[in-house]
């Protein structure tokens, strides 16, 4: 994996594997939360605890919206009689 950044903006590479929900969630929280480096030492504890905090929770809300997509397609693909799709899938 490769990163990089320019200004505000932040790329993310990879070779071979997909950016899973940890890199998301991991994204998404800072973008939502920074911490200020200059403010006093148990302000900057306290908020680094919270960041942390939200980031598992953005994580797992993310993990439950993949599994429920997930579902929704095989419960489609059944539907339209292609099973062996859908065990596929379902595998995933």
């Known amino acids: 994996m490769i990163n990089g950044k320019v200004g505000d903006v932040i790329v ?10 940890e890199h998301w969630a991991d994204r998404a929280t800072e973008q939502v939360i920074s911490v200020g480096e200059d403010s006093h030492p148990f302000i900057v504890e306290q908020a680094r605890a919270f960041k942390d905090r939200i980031r598992h929770v953005v994580h797992y809300y993310m993990i439950e919206a993949i599994n429920e997509d997930r579902s929704r397609v095989v419960s ?9 799709l859908a065990n596929s899938v379902e595998k995933l």
């Open 12 to 21: 993310t590479t990879t070779d071979g594997v997909n950016l899973g929900a």
């Open 76 to 84: 489609l693909l059944r539907s339209a009689g292609h099973h062996d």
